[in-house]
C-alpha cells in the first residue's frame, strides 16, 4: 500500500524556518517525482515545488525562489522542504505528492504550517 | 504559464442527476505527436487530500467509479457525473500538465446536493 506521510509542520514566526519531511511507502521511492502542493485556509492548490526521480532537476515556483529547498534522501525514502525566511502568505497544509509526468496519483495528508506572529 | 479556469464556481444537483464542470486552459495542452491531451482531474472531500480522478482528459484512475467521465480536447475539457451521489460532494479542480513543471490548477468547482 502506498503511503506518504508529512511531518515538520506548525506555528513559525514570520522570518522563521521550518523543514516537512514526507515519508514515501509501498513503493520504489526512485522511480518517481515528487512534488509539494500546498493549499492555503479555503483557498485552491499551488504547486510549490518538484524534484526529479534521481534529485538532478529541481523546480520552484517563483515566489519561494530562493527561501526554500526541496531534496531526497533515498536511503530513507524521505522527501523534503526546508523553508526559510517565512511569510504569512506560506501559511498552507502542504501535501507531498508522488507524481509521473506531472500527473499526481497519490496524496499524503498534509502537514499545515502557519506563518504568524 | 498556462492558466487554467473553470466554471461555474458552484454547483448544487439533486441526487441522481448529472453534474457537469468546465475546464478551459489557457493555450492547448494537445500534444501533437501522441495526439494526448494533458488534462487530469481531481476530487478533493473536506477535510481530505485531492484525489485522482481522471488523467489524459478521459481515463478514470483505477478504482473511481464509471460515473465520472472526462472529456473534451484542446482546450476545452469536461468532467460529467452521470448519476450524482451523496459521496460526490466535494471540490473538483482540473490541472494541465503539458508545460511541466510547473504544472498548473484550475481554481475548483465545488458540488453540493441540492
Known amino acids: 500500500e502506498v503511503q506518504l506521510v508529512e511531518s515538520g509542520g506548525g506555528l513559525v514566526q514570520p522570518g522563521g524556518s521550518l523543514r516537512l519531511s514526507c515519508s514515501a511507502s509501498g513503493f520504489t521511492f526512485s522511480d518517481y517525482a515528487m512534488h509539494w502542493v500546498r493549499q492555503a485556509p479555503g483557498k485552491g492548490l499551488e504547486y510549490v515545488s518538484a524534484?526529479?526521480?534521481?534529485?538532478?532537476?529541481?523546480y520552484y515556483t517563483d515566489s519561494v525562489k530562493g527561501r526554500f529547498t526541496i531534496s531526497r534522501d533515498t536511503s530513507k525514502n524521505t522527501l523534503y522542504l526546508q523553508m526559510s525566511s517565512l511569510r504569512p502568505e506560506d501559511t498552507a497544509v502542504y501535501y507531498c505528492?508522488?507524481?509521473?509526468?506531472?500527473?499526481?496519483?497519490?496524496w499524503g495528508q498534509g502537514t499545515l504550517v502557519t506563518v504568524s506572529s | 504559464d498556462i492558466v487554467m479556469t473553470q466554471s461555474p464556481d458552484s454547483l448544487a444537483v439533486s441526487l441522481g442527476e448529472r453534474a457537469t464542470i468546465n475546464c478551459k486552459s489557457s493555450q492547448s495542452v494537445l500534444y501533437s505527436s501522441n495526439n494526448k491531451n494533458y488534462l487530469a482531474w481531481y476530487q478533493q472531500k473536506p477535510g481530505q487530500p485531492p484525489k485522482l480522478l481522471i488523467y489524459w482528459a478521459s481515463t478514470r484512475e483505477s478504482g473511481v467509479p464509471d460515473r465520472f467521465s472526462g472529456s473534451g480536447s484542446g482546450t476545452d475539457f469536461t468532467l460529467t457525473i452521470s448519476s450524482l451521489q451523496a459521496e460526490d460532494v466535494a471540490v473538483y479542480y482540473c490541472q494541465q500538465y503539458f508545460n511541466t513543471p510547473p504544472v498548473t490548477f484550475g481554481p475548483g468547482t465545488k458540488v453540493d446536493i441540492k
Open positions: 524534484i526529479s526521480s534521481n534529485g538532478g532537476s529541481t
Open positions: 505528492v508522488r507524481g509521473w509526468g506531472g500527473v499526481g496519483d497519490f
